[in-house]
């Protein structure tokens, strides 16, 4: 897993797939992703390319990764087949060795030349058939084109308000709706009720970072007070996101941020998927939900959310994360 390609490849599988998807694309390479080591869709890729590496499928979950996610595909940069991951099959899959190849070579052109002289026809020298080629390698294919079969699920869905802070992916298109506001939901925090005390320091700093930033978001919090969760960079963007696109997005100026409403749940609360050296992965699923009583704006998102975090003195810190979008449905 040290190469830029295998990792590359390893980034896409954990930005692009969900585990249901990985547990698919695992039945059609002949793998069982269950018995991969690892927990979670952090561990169980680095497994699954290591196994396809070790069986010889490697360039098989290349290929199939590009043809369910053509778009992100080309945008990861991973190198082609033919320069990037290398994939040497085991002893038991190779069929004959190079020198038994060329004798059969060797023979068939004899026999050919052989029956050209004797029937006075000339060979003619027929064109080559094409090769089975996906949308990715066709001559003339664009990524616009390619995108059309098959769009990834990243690239169609709507930018998340939180997780898009760090990507470049275009931003979303904010709707109204005339339904009327949800009874706002009880937000879970570190209570003794809920057996935080005794959970992981990652898992705590992950609930501790998401309540600061719902009262950042409104208001209540100065955002200096998000650095004790949030890396300084993430941090910056999140500030920039509250001061300017989020209330462009609810047609809100600076003055009437006292008159937002930001509520949000754990779906799937958050549990730790990873850990190594001095960092933590915790993963979750949320739903947040953006009202206020001026208009009828109203922004909802359930996503999956993938954080990775550092230990720094006794506690850690969110230092990056990425998310996929489940529904943008109010509930």
Same mark, same amino acid.
């Given at each position: 897993?040290?190469?830029p390609a295998?990792?590359?490849?390893?980034?896409?599988?954990?930005a692009?797939f969900t !585990?249901?998807?990985?547990v698919?694309?695992?039945?059609?390479?002949?793998?069982?992703?269950?018995a991969?080591p690892?927990?979670?869709?952090?561990g169980?890729?680095?497994?699954?390319?290591?196994?396809?590496?070790?069986?010889?499928k490697?360039?098989?979950?290349?290929?199939?990764?590009?043809d369910l996610?053509?778009l992100?595909y080309l &945008?990861?940069?991973i190198?082609t087949?033919d320069?990037?991951l290398?994939?040497l099959p085991?002893?038991?899959?190779?069929?004959f060795?190079?020198a038994s190849?060329?004798?059969?070579a060797?023979?068939?052109?004899f026999?050919g030349a052989?029956?050209?002289?004797?029937?006075?026809?000339?060979?003619l020298?027929?064109?080559p058939?094409?090769?089975m080629?996906?949308?990715a390698? &066709?001559?003339g294919?664009?990524?616009?084109?390619?995108?059309?079969?098959?769009p990834?699920?990243?690239?169609?869905?709507p930018?998340p308000?939180?997780?898009a802070?760090p990507?470049?992916?275009?931003?979303p298109?904010?709707?109204?709706?005339?339904?009327?506001?949800?009874t706002?939901?009880s937000?879970?925090?570190?209570?003794p009720?809920?057996?935080?005390?005794?959970?992981h320091?990652?898992?705590r700093a992950?609930y501790?970072?998401? !309540?600061?930033l719902?009262e950042f978001?409104?208001?209540?919090?100065?955002?200096?007070?998000?650095?004790?969760q949030?890396?300084?960079?993430?941090?910056?963007?999140?500030?920039?996101f509250?001061n300017?696109?989020?209330?462009?997005l609810?047609?809100?100026t600076p !003055?009437?941020?006292?008159?937002?409403?930001?509520?949000f749940?754990?779906?799937?609360?958050?549990?730790?998927?990873?850990?190594?050296?001095?960092?933590?992965?915790?993963?979750?699923?949320?739903?947040?939900?953006y009202?206020?009583?001026?208009?009828t704006a109203?922004?909802?998102?359930?996503?999956d959310?993938s954080y990775?975090?550092r230990?720094?003195g006794?506690?850690?810190?969110?230092?990056?994360?990425?998310?996929?979008?489940i529904?943008?449905?109010?509930?």
């Amino acid at each position: 897993m040290n190469d830029p390609a295998t990792a590359k490849l390893r980034e896409l599988l954990l930005a692009e797939f969900t !585990e249901a998807e990985l547990v698919q694309l695992c039945k059609e390479l002949g793998l069982n992703y269950e018995a991969l080591p690892g927990i979670g869709t952090f561990g169980k890729t680095r497994a699954l390319i290591e196994e396809a590496r070790v069986q010889g499928k490697l360039r098989l979950l290349q290929r199939r990764v590009r043809d369910l996610r053509p778009l992100a595909y080309l &945008q990861s940069g991973i190198p082609t087949e033919d320069s990037g991951l290398q994939n040497l099959p085991p002893p038991s899959q190779r069929s004959f060795p190079a020198a038994s190849k060329r004798t059969t070579a060797v023979l068939i052109l004899f026999i050919g030349a052989a029956v050209a002289v004797v029937s006075g026809l000339v060979l003619l020298q027929p064109s080559p058939s094409p090769l089975m080629m996906d949308s990715a390698t &066709q001559p003339g294919a664009t990524p616009e084109t390619i995108a059309t079969s098959n769009p990834p699920l990243l690239a169609e869905s709507p930018t998340p308000l939180i997780a898009a802070l760090p990507t470049s992916l275009p931003s979303p298109t904010p709707y109204a709706s005339p339904t009327p506001m949800p009874t706002p939901t009880s937000v879970p925090t570190a209570t003794p009720e809920l057996g935080l005390r005794d959970a992981h320091p990652a898992v705590r700093a992950v609930y501790e970072a998401n !309540e600061r930033l719902r009262e950042f978001f409104i208001g209540k919090e100065d955002y200096r007070a998000l650095e004790s969760q949030w890396s300084s960079s993430l941090v910056e963007r999140l500030r920039k996101f509250a001061n300017e696109r989020l209330l462009r997005l609810m047609r809100l100026t600076p !003055e009437q941020r006292t008159a937002l409403n930001v509520q949000f749940k754990y779906v799937r609360p958050p549990t730790l998927v990873d850990e190594f050296a001095s960092e933590a992965v915790v993963s979750t699923r949320e739903y947040w939900e953006y009202t206020t009583s001026l208009n009828t704006a109203q922004i909802c998102e359930t996503r999956d959310y993938s954080y990775r975090l550092r230990k720094e003195g006794d506690g850690y810190r969110i230092y990056a994360y990425n998310s996929r979008l489940i529904s943008s449905r109010c509930n």
